[in-house]
């Protein structure tokens, strides 16, 4: 049967729904076709629950700290894995039935389960319903990747764990192995080692976090084997095997032993978009190699009528991205309001304990673009806040271009430094100079009151 829509959604993640929302309060017939999980990855297997998680391993944590505070407890701290997942799993749910209620309710949207693929430009498939829309809008995410055998020799045969499977567990490995020192395998990585299992992180490039500067990726590096976090860089040629109930990681480093023996073995190292069963070739949509649907500035793919959103258009791999990604498509369709992914201000956090939170340009960047800079610096324990709480890890950096003094960028690896960059954030967005920060008389005791501090005392970059 086929039935006719002004709009046809493509997944319910972080920018389909709310796009939905505005659509049908503008009067158009939407149809939202989602295959598995409403709200998608950060609600189900991504944001929402590694922060539960992350909270639970904190609190585990501090419960370990408590003599350094005064708080006298008997016993070894014992963690209830069963309970910790039940707290994560309420949580889940209640967003994703927030999601799901919100759309089943929604006037003027139909709801469709089922995988989608395109048979057209204007037409999509779902099970044995055929839907036509002049405005197509996919919003298909990412999955975590998997690399073949012939790549990562063992995937076929050894069990292992995604970011996605690993929510599942309710019991403690005895050794977890990270595959992958990134986003996903350094959060999993502290919050199973505060959990009480030994862990290993294996990266193959020469350090953690490789997108990051050095500076971050070394302090990251003393946080995690402060905390008894074994890591192994410069691993090449992995490779999985089994060993009796263990599992085997070959990482044949350039120093140290050619193997890793764990329990579990967690595979963190990139995600693939969600494009290869899509269809995308009925409806002539070009993506790039890595598969990502090819957008332009407003999110536009190369067939009129069809856009893109969220991780599957490679032009952000973040919840705010693709939400951004939603304001930019609403802006331009019902408002004439002509937003841009170019007028985002690149941002993201690593949620390890102290997080990292990184805005603008990196100071690799900016050494790399050549423009005369001036960069200011402070350590956490310089932050009274970080004195006061005990949590004195890490370091601020901001940068700033020596002949305009625009803010070009800035990190914070540091306790509540996640919410204290905001501050520069909107300087940038309001294109203010650094002066006015450095003016701005903030709050006592806050880690963000030390910003204008750093902004007062910048140096020419060498
Ligand atoms: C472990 C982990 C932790 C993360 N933590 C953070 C974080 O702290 N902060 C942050 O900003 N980002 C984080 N991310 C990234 C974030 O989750 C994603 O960037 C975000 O969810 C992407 O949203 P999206 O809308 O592009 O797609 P998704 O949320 O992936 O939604 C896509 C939806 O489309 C559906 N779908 C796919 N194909 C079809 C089809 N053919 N037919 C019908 N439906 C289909 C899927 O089932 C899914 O529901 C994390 C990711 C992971 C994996
Ligand atoms: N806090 C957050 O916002 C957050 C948290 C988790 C995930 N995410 C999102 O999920 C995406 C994917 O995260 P990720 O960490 O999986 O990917 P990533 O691309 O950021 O990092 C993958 C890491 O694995 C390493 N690697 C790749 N192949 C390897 C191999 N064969 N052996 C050993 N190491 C290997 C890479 O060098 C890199 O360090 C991120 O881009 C991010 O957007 C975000």
């Not at 709310?18 to 991504?46: D, H, I, M, S, Y």
């Not at 650094?434 to 204008?452: C, D, F, G, K, M």
Request: proline share 5%; hydrophobic share 40%.
């Amino acid at each position: 049967m086929k039935q006719r829509f002004d709009a046809i959604i493509l997944g319910a993640g972080q920018a389909g729904p709310p796009l939905a929302g505005r659509l049908t309060q503008a009067g158009w017939k939407v149809a939202l076709v989602e295959r598995k999980l409403f709200g998608g990855t950060c609600v189900n297997v991504g944001c929402t629950p590694t922060k539960a998680l992350v909270a639970s391993a904190h609190a585990a944590h501090l419960a370990r700290r408590g003599g350094d505070f005064g708080v006298v407890s008997s016993g070894p701290v014992r963690m209830d894995m069963a309970a910790v997942k039940a707290r994560k799993d309420k949580i889940v749910a209640k967003s994703r039935n927030g999601v799901e209620g919100w759309l089943r309710k929604m006037e003027g949207c139909t709801v469709f389960t089922g995988t989608a693929s395109f048979t057209a430009a204007n037409e999509v498939r779902v099970g044995e319903e055929f839907l036509e829309a002049d405005h197509i809008f996919v919003n298909v995410g990412a999955r975590p990747f998997v690399p073949p055998a012939k790549e990562m020799p063992g995937t076929d045969s050894v069990p292992f764990l995604t970011s996605s499977t690993i929510l599942e567990l309710d019991e403690l490995p005895k050794h977890l192995v990270v595959v992958g020192g990134s986003y996903i395998g350094l959060e999993f990585a502290q919050m199973y080692r505060r959990f009480g299992a030994e862990v290993t992180v294996v990266e193959r490039k020469d350090r953690l976090v490789p997108h990051e500067d050095e500076d971050v990726s070394a302090a990251v590096l003393d946080v995690l084997e402060a905390e008894g976090i074994q890591v192994r860089l410069d691993a090449c040629c992995i490779a999985l095997s089994k060993r009796g109930d263990e599992v085997v990681v070959g990482v044949e480093c350039v120093a140290g032993h050619p193997e890793v023996v764990g329990s579990h073995v967690l595979l963190g190292i990139g995600r693939v978009p969600n494009t290869d069963d899509l269809g995308l070739a009925h409806a002539g949509v070009t993506t790039d190699e890595h598969g990502f649907i090819v957008v332009d500035d407003q999110l536009r793919t190369n067939v009129p009528g069809i856009w893109a959103m969220g991780d599957c258009n490679g032009r952000g791999a973040f919840t705010h991205t693709s939400y951004n990604d939603f304001e930019i498509v609403a802006a331009n369709l019902l408002d004439a309001d002509p937003r841009r992914v170019s007028d985002r201000i690149q941002v993201h956090a690593l949620y390890i304990d102290p997080p990292l939170a990184q805005i603008g340009m990196t100071e690799a960047e900016v050494r790399a673009s050549g423009k005369p800079a001036l960069m200011g610096t402070r350590p956490m324990t310089k932050v009274g806040r970080a004195v006061e709480k005990g949590e004195t890890k890490g370091f601020m950096k901001v940068l700033v271009d020596a002949e305009t003094k625009m803010i070009l960028g800035a990190s914070i690896l540091g306790t509540g430094g996640d919410e204290a960059i905001h501050c520069i954030l909107t300087a940038m967005y309001a294109r203010q100079p650094a002066s006015l920060i450095q003016r701005s008389v903030h709050i006592h005791p806050t880690v963000a009151e030390l910003i204008p501090t750093v902004f007062g005392d910048l140096k020419p970059m060498s």
